[in-house]
Structure formats: C-alpha cells, structure tokens
C-alpha cells in the first residue's frame, strides 16, 4: 500500500488566496489492478489558470487541480514501462493510479540533458500557448511589432522569443528591474517596468513610437485598456489571460473597447490553448528543436518541496517567479 499526499481545496477563494484555503490530506492508494500503474509526481506546476478555474470547476473538499511530470514506479500495463517519464493532469498529488489513457509522454528525441521539467514550461503547454497564440491568434508577420505583458512569466517569456524568431520587434514588460534585465538578456528589443514608470501610455509609446500590430495580452484590466490605444489599423489582440483580475473581489468597470476597435478595425480574440489538441504534437516537437538548437531560453522557479505547494501557487500569482514556476517534490 502507497500513501499519497494531497493538497485540497478547504475554502473557496475570497480575494487573494491564502494558506489557509488549502488542506494537506494523505489518501491510501489501493493495490494495482491489471492494466494499472503507479506514479509518482516529480514536479509539478503551479498556473494562474487555477485561480478561476477553481471556481468554476471545483468544489470545496476536491484535490486542486493541476499537471505534473510524473515518473512510473509500478506497472501492470505492459504499455508503460517502469521508470519512464511523462506527463498527467492529476492534480496536486506526490503518488497517483492511471490506466495509462490520460498520460502524455515527452516529445521524441527529448535528451537526458534537458530538465524534464521543461514539459510543464517552455516545452509544455506555456510554450503551446505562446506558440498557437502567436501563429494562430495574432498571426504575426516578419518585420511587426508585437507587444507582450507579463512577459517574463511562463508564457510571455516564450512569446517575445518566439516572436524574435519569426522575424519581429518585441516589447516586454514585467514588473521588476530584475524581469527587464532579463527580457533583455533573452533578446527582447524594448522593455520596462510598468511599475516604476511615470506613465504607462508614455512608456508604450516611446517603446514603440508607431504603435503595435500585435499585442499578446495576459494581464487585461488597465494595462489593456491604455495598450489597446496604441495598436496600429488592423492591429491584432490575442487575449490570452486577465491575472489583474483573477483575484478581484469586486469585478472592474471600463474603460471599453469599442470605439478603439471600430477606428483601428482592430481584431480582438480570446484563445484556449485546447482548441489546437489536435496539433500539440507539432508544437512540442518545433518547442523542443528550438529549445536545443539555443534560440529558445528557458528559466524556472522551482520551489522545493509537496508542502509548499500552496506558497509556490500564491507566489506565482503575485508574480514572486520569473520563468515558469513548479515544484520539486
């Protein structure tokens, strides 16, 4: 008999979340059956889907969701070798059962050299959504402006150096001197700390005195608000996250889009990485080749420890990481 760790949902979120919402409970995992296999978790990630998801798909008393690079120690599925890694969504758990069906493994040709981490970030669906945004969303085009917020997180980190590869300008902002220096250091053309900066509309505009053709948007609430102004005709939006307002006890009022929109004829889309399920394949394997020839940086903030899940998770949405945050069990 194997005993599993879990971290469940106490409380629904208030605001913020807090430590006190989460609950540590160890389940006893009943012995295999034929066609099963035991797994144990050896990082996981902490998203800031989970926020609003927790309130729309869970319910207090549940084991908070969420993927894990996972190793097999058991099998009685002679599909699944013991040892190997791969890929599960089952939540935040060390030790779990799977008849195999929900498990993804790494791309081919994955080297032993690289973290195995990495398929939770860069070459995981971060990367995936960075990628299928810009391509497919935004569709940039060689020689455009792009603009990117959040960018030294999981998925903005990915989109200014995918958007470097296909030809672009990139504007980043973060919100530390420490991100900027890295958005820098990865290749990003303009950045600044919204932060710190006087005016944010000026920021933008002097960042990119011609406006924006493509604007990749994880924050929404103000920072959309002044950066929609400064798209240029037919201008593209890819609204790919709101992390300003997961945490609002009280939803935030305008300004609005629509004159911006209809003057600029500009193109405003909101996008699940899901909707390309059919092609992650593709962009696992063009991820992992960019990743290994060098043009794809990678960074992680890995906390260690199942026990600090919960401070991993509140950490990642007050923007403590930079990179992709996991944890190490």
């Known amino acids: 008999m194997v005993t599993a760790k879990v971290w469940v949902l106490k409380k629904h979120f208030e605001g913020f ?15 295999l059956k034929d066609g099963e296999l035991l797994l144990e978790s050896v990082f996981l990630s902490v ?7 927790s309130r729309t798909v869970m319910k207090e008393g549940d084991v908070m969701i969420g993927t894990q690079v996972a190793r097999i120690v058991d099998s009685k599925n002679p599909a699944f070798a013991v040892g190997i890694f791969v890929v599960a969504k089952s939540g935040w758990r060390t030790h779990f059962i799977s008849d195999g069906k929900d498990l993804q493994a790494l791309p081919s040709g994955w080297p032993e050299s690289l973290p195995v ?47 470097k590869i296909g030809g672009c300008k990139v504007v980043g902002c ?55 102004n400064q798209m240029k005709k037919y201008g593209r939006i890819a609204v790919c996250g709101a992390i300003s307002q997961y945490n609002d006890s009280v939803p935030q009022k305008g300004p609005y889009v629509q004159m911006p929109m209809i003057f600029k004829e500009l193109r405003m889309e909101g996008f699940l990485v899901t909707s ?25 903030q890995v906390t260690e420890g199942f ?5 991993a998770f509140i950490g990642m949405l007050k923007g403590e990481n930079l990179g992709k945050a996991v944890v190490k069990v």
């Open 17 to 31: 979340p807090k430590t006190s919402d989460f609950d540590l409970k160890k389940i006893e995992l009943p012995n």
């Open 47 to 53: 998203d800031p889907y989970m926020r609003p998801y």
């Open 117 to 163: 981490s990495l398929a939770l970030g860069t070459i995981g669906m971060p990367g995936l959504t960075a990628y299928f945004g810009l391509l497919e969303v935004c569709k940039m085009k060689p020689g455009e402006t792009v603009l990117v917020n959040a960018a030294a997180g999981a998925v903005g980190s990915v989109v200014g150096q995918l958007a």
């Open 174 to 228: 973060a919100g530390s001197d420490e991100k900027v220096a890295y958005l820098k250091k990865i290749g990003f053309d303009e950045a600044f700390n919204y932060k710190t900066v006087k005016s944010l509309d000026e920021a933008l505009r002097k960042a990119s005195p011609d406006g924006y053709d493509c604007f990749f948007d994880n924050v929404g609430g103000e920072f959309a608000s002044v950066a929609i």
């Open 276 to 300: 390309w399920n059919n092609r992650w394949e593709e962009g696992l394997k063009t991820l992992l080749k960019w990743v290994m020839e060098g043009k794809l940086k990678c960074h992680e």
């Open 307 to 311: 026990e600090n899940m919960p401070a």
